[in-house]
């Protein structure tokens, strides 16, 4: 099992959720309305009047042979819209109850 | 959820929201009625007191003092006016706007109730009359005729009156003019003096002839049949065979004694329509129908009508309120359509794409068909307020979904998805959308809490403004980003099609400009001194333009009529003032192609008809009414006409005083509803004489005054009156009283009605008098013979001595102190320009002590509003600030935009110096709201260059960025709003003149307002924003933004 992050600007919100489905991951944990800055080009989501931007973040618990496909998934929607911003992250699971 | 979201999520919702909205605004717009102004109820009470018998002077001491001094406690009593004349006193109570005037009705009664027992005896019971605006009347019709001109009265009276008057809405019918019929029996007073009989015993006579009675009943076999007298003239020809007397066995029939005839009453009166014998009917309506409505129902009834008259009475209009109403509605209209077609041609330019330009005009109808409800809602009308106001609204109601939709735009550019694209794009401007639209909304909604006229007047103006761009603001928050969501994609546009090449044409223009605006401010911003003392220098000899620019109360308006007054001497008798009449008639008609019908009038007609009240007649005076053809088909206008006639009138050696009234305003100024411009100068003072010289001395000085038409002194000069002094001594000696004596003078002269002749359901008098040749000098006066008790007959002038006097014939009265009024109307200049003329004159006046000099009318208006109009311009900039300070969270900030009014009250200057227009209330008003709309362009500025110095850029640089991607959204909302205006300012039509000084003073002040804020305000914000920099600025900020920005 791997645990994959994905931070996303959050007019992305459903096409992120519309991937889940297609790959029938069922469990995650949104956050939403929260501040980022990409370490690199990324301009700041602050929600403010300044940055109005805000991020959603999916951390989303799946078997290790749809991390791949997921990835790519999302790297496709980050390159139609690049500017928005869109960063997975990928790490393991060590335990689970 | 948030409204952006909810209705992208939900278009069917939304949609239908906004068709339900549309369905009733369209059913608001078909109920609402039509009007010129909204409903005005002038607030003034008067009380008629009759007094028969007594001059002016005792009019004055015995009613109307005591009258007056139980007025001065009523509750929100403005001014207390009264006018003092022979037989008659009228009071008139102004009260403050707004004041419940059932209420006041109820308190003036118990006032009067007081007072009533302190009135001499043979006073009537006074009566309390409240003036409504409709006793204006609404129609009036002259009626001429030819054969049928002795029989007009009853002709019309059956076939047109009764008819019209079942028509809905309409109130009172009045004919003015019309020939009575009667019997007349001029008697021979030596006959009758030879034959011992008096005018009185021939009444009796007559009386005791023209009975109907019944008489019992008559029992015949098995029945009963009552027996009844006929004993009435059968036909008016009976009346001269009647037998008076049988004086030494000879019978003498009435014949032998007097003439008698079967005519029309002594005229009293002259009517002509065109030189044509007439009749005018005066048609009012009720107080609470509709003008439009009910002139629309008269005139249709009226063409039912003709058809039933006989064919050589012919029924022309000569006043229909409701034509120029409707034209200037008409016109109005399409300059609101103008304006719309405007608006959306700056935004398709700007925008280059049709269906951007589409979500963004939408918000025009819906928002505008929301005044409508309100209208509907209110119980207002369509009137010149309303519609204006909708003018206004126009240009700003697109501006929030400009800016929501631009937001989108970019942000679809950006490469987001539509949807997306939409409700985070509608969310990040949402706060500064509410915000611009709030400073518009402070600025516009304490209009609807003036007071006084001015209140009434802008009430339904600031409430429609206000809800109009409330309703903007919600369309741009859900229909504008819903509709964006599902219209425009992030595709480019070919340049091959027609909107292709549009856009690109459009979009390189503005690049161009973009870049033109670039290198100005550049240089601006590294020269701010410069700029800034520059920009001072225009706004100071901007405020010296205001010597050049007058002031009046409101402009008046050619309504396409004319109306006016000629009076001759004082007691010149009616046959002479007709010749006049006649002479004037000839010259109006041949002079002034202009001229459909002219309406002539002299004599004192019918006293006791309302339009008495409102029109000063007398046999010595002429008035005038004239229709004019519609303005379109003439060339000159109301006002060089009336210019022309003054002189024309002057001319008669004969003529007193008189006054031209273009437009027809005396009456409904003298109600304080504006219009018209007249200069009146008010002289308080006890003393006659004293008054009297000062008055004159006014009317001089305002004679010299360039542009003083028409000045007339309120007070006639003292007239003659012939006074029968009775000898007491030897009228007890032939036992007779005063009483008789009057009674028996006046059955001489003025006629005694003996009885009614009937026929055909209607009454004619039988009028007894000595015939007209009798009664001619004062010999014959003296030579009246008056019955005794002992039944001897006696000379009149064996009792009295005549004697001529002089008094006073009328006296006004203001607050309790007696007052003349010096009045001019004011053309070819203004009403301020001429106050200051006379203020100059006036302390080399000798004025006595104890005489005071003090202004009304539109003089009076001016004073008071402006007075509110300004009060409203400080607590607009008030309020404005606050919304702003509020909403940048600074105190600075919100001081840097206000940069941007004076310079509009500059832009306002020079354009209503460039067309000539006045400062008047309607211009004062679009400078108000000038304070809500050009800090709107401030915002967007100022709070773009915020974010670009909140993003970490240099103050120059965020200065520069900002301008030039804000120079767009700048200029897109004003020019909608400015190019809005130019179809008001254009407009030639009816009723244009009064509107167009708002336009010009908005077209003005933001065009060149907007001019200065793109310059000046950036300057001005890098001198405040160093300082702010220096403090807030972070080092890892910078670092950070400027690394992102390299990348």
Not at chain 2, 787 to 813: A, D
Not at chain 2, 887 to 913: D, H, K, N, R, W
Request: one cysteine or more.
């Amino acid at each position: 099992m791997k645990a994959v992050f994905v931070v996303y600007n959050q007019s992305l919100g459903r096409h992120v959720r519309e991937i889940l489905n297609q790959l029938t991951i069922r469990g995650f944990t949104r956050w939403t309305d929260i501040m980022g800055t990409g370490s690199g080009k990324g301009l700041p989501h602050e929600g403010t009047h300044t940055w109005p931007d805000l991020n959603n973040a999916n951390l989303v618990i799946v078997e290790d042979e749809k991390v791949d496909s997921l990835l790519s998934k999302l790297q496709s929607l980050d390159k139609e819209v690049e500017k928005e911003g869109l960063r997975a992250f990928v790490w393991d699971i060590e335990k689970m109850i | 959820m948030s409204l952006y979201s909810t209705s992208v999520k939900k278009p069917v919702t939304t949609l239908m929201i906004f068709i339900g909205v549309l369905i009733l605004g369209i059913y608001s717009y078909m109920q609402l009625p039509v009007d010129f102004y909204p409903k005005i109820d002038p607030p003034y009470i008067s009380v008629f007191t009759y007094y028969d018998g007594a001059n002016a002077t005792d009019v004055e001491q015995n009613i109307t003092r005591k009258l007056e001094d139980n007025f001065g406690s009523l509750t929100n009593l403005k001014t207390l006016s009264s006018s003092s004349k022979d037989n008659i006193s009228v009071i008139t109570l102004e009260f403050e706007w707004g004041t419940n005037l059932d209420e006041a009705t109820n308190e003036v009664r118990n006032a009067v109730g007081m007072v009533e027992r302190q009135l001499p005896d043979g006073v009537k019971t006074p009566t309390i009359f409240k003036i409504s605006t409709s006793m204006i009347p609404v129609m009036v019709f002259t009626v001429t005729a030819n054969e049928s001109y002795e029989g007009i009265k009853d002709i019309l009276d059956n076939k047109v009156i009764q008819p019209l008057n079942r028509v809905d809405g309409v109130g009172n019918i009045y004919q003015i003019g019309s020939p009575e019929r009667a019997i007349m029996v001029d008697v021979d007073p030596r006959k009758l003096d030879a034959y011992d009989l008096t005018v009185e015993q021939i009444s009796g006579i007559l009386t005791a002839n023209n009975l109907n009675l019944p008489s019992g009943s008559l029992k015949m076999g098995k029945s009963d049949l009552p027996l009844r007298l006929q004993g009435e003239f059968a036909n008016s020809d009976v009346v001269k065979n009647i037998i008076v007397s049988n004086a030494n066995g000879k019978t003498v029939y009435l014949r032998d004694i007097a003439t008698v005839r079967d005519s029309l009453k002594d005229v009293d009166s002259y009517e002509r329509a065109n030189g044509n014998k007439s009749v005018r009917i005066m048609v009012q309506k009720q107080s609470d129908a509709n003008t439009v409505t009910v002139a629309e129902k008269v005139r249709a009834k009226m063409e039912k009508i003709k058809k039933t008259l006989p064919p050589d009475i012919k029924v022309d209009i000569l006043m229909d309120t409701s034509v120029n109403t409707l034209a200037s509605i008409n016109n109005l209209s399409s300059t609101l359509l103008y304006a719309l077609l405007f608006v959306v041609l700056v935004v398709f330019l700007f925008l280059g794409r049709w269906r951007a330009t589409f979500i963004i005009s939408l918000s025009i109808p819906i928002s505008l068909i929301t005044g409508f409800i309100y209208m509907f809602l209110s119980g207002s009308t369509i009137n010149i307020i309303t519609l204006s106001s909708l003018s206004i609204a126009i240009g700003m109601v697109v501006d929030d979904s400009i800016v929501v939709l631009e937001n989108i735009t970019k942000k679809l550019e950006k490469g987001g998805f539509a949807r997306e694209a939409a409700i985070f794009g509608t969310s990040e401007v949402s706060l500064a959308v509410m915000a611009s639209t709030l400073t518009i909304i402070v600025v516009f909604l304490p209009m609807a809490m003036l007071g006084g006229i001015t209140g009434i007047m802008f009430r339904p103006l600031g409430m429609v403004v206000t809800i109009a761009v409330t309703t903007s603001v919600i369309v741009s928050l859900t229909l504008t980003p819903m509709l964006s969501s599902k219209l425009l994609g992030n595709r480019v546009s070919s340049t091959t099609n027609f909107s292709g090449r549009i856009y690109s044409f459009s979009q390189n223009m503005l690049g161009k400009i973009d870049n033109v605006y670039e290198k100005i401010l550049s240089w601006a911003v590294g020269h701010r001194w410069s700029v800034i003392i520059i920009a001072g220098c225009v706004f100071l000899s901007s405020v010296f333009l205001m010597k050049f620019i007058g002031t009046e109360f409101m402009s008046s308006s050619d309504n396409d009529r004319l109306s006016a007054q000629v009076k001759l001497a004082q007691g010149t008798k009616l046959e002479e003032t007709v010749l006049t009449a006649k002479h004037l008639d000839s010259i109006f008609m041949k002079k002034y192609p202009e001229i459909e019908i002219v309406s002539t009038s002299a004599g004192t007609g019918d006293e006791n008809s309302l339009a008495a009240i409102f029109t000063e007649t007398g046999n010595y005076i002429i008035n005038y009414t004239f229709k004019m053809k519609p303005r379109a088909e003439r060339k000159k206008s109301i006002f060089d006409i009336a210019n022309e006639m003054r002189k024309d009138i002057e001319a008669l050696p004969e003529v007193e005083k008189y006054y031209v009234d273009p437009g027809s305003t005396r009456m409904s100024g003298s109600m304080g509803m504006g219009g018209g411009n007249y200069m009146e100068v008010k002289i308080f003072g006890n003393n006659f004489d004293e008054t009297d010289i000062v008055a004159e001395k006014i009317a001089q000085a305002l004679k010299n005054i360039k542009g003083n038409k028409d000045i007339l002194i309120s007070r006639d000069r003292e007239k003659t009156e012939l006074q029968l002094v009775l000898d007491n001594e030897k009228m007890t000696y032939f036992g007779l009283n005063t009483a008789t004596v009057a009674a028996a003078i006046r059955n001489r002269v003025t006629g005694l009605t003996a009885t009614k002749y009937r026929e055909d359901g209607n009454e004619y008098d039988v009028i007894v008098r000595y015939d007209e040749k009798y009664r001619q000098s004062t010999e014959d006066i003296a030579n009246i013979s008056i019955p005794t008790p002992q039944g001897r007959l006696v000379k009149l002038g064996e009792l009295t001595t005549l004697k001529r006097f002089y008094s006073p014939p009328n006296i006004e009265r203001e607050n309790k102190v007696r007052m003349v009024k010096v009045s001019s109307a004011v053309s070819g200049t203004d009403i301020g320009t001429v106050k200051a003329a006379l203020e100059n004159e006036i302390p080399k006046m000798n004025i006595p002590d104890d005489v005071s000099i003090d202004y009304g009318s539109s003089i009076e208006n001016m004073q008071d509003s402006f007075k509110s109009l300004v009060m409203l311009l400080m607590l607009s900039m008030v309020l404005v600030y606050i919304v702003m300070a509020s909403q940048f969270e600074s105190y600075i900030e919100p001081f840097i935009i206000m940069f941007s009014i004076p310079f509009a009250f500059t832009g306002v200057f020079i354009a209503l110096f460039i067309f000539h227009a006045t400062i008047n209330v309607i211009s004062l008003i679009g400078t108000v709201m000038l304070i809500g709309i050009v800090v709107k362009n401030g915002i967007i500025l100022v709070d773009y260059t915020n974010l670009m110095v909140d993003r970490g850029y240099s103050l120059k640089k965020a200065v520069i960025m900002a301008g030039r991607s804000r120079l767009r959204p700048v200029i897109m909302t004003s020019l909608t709003m400015i190019l809005a205006m130019i179809p008001m300012i254009v407009s030639t039509g009816s009723g244009s003149e009064t509107w167009r000084p708002m336009a010009i003073a908005i077209f003005g002040g933001l065009t060149f307002s907007t001019l200065v804020t793109l310059i000046l305000i950036p300057t001005i914000y890098t001198i405040f924003g160093v300082g702010k920099i220096k403090k807030s600025r972070k080092k890892q900020v910078k670092l950070l933004t400027e690394n992102i920005l390299m990348s």
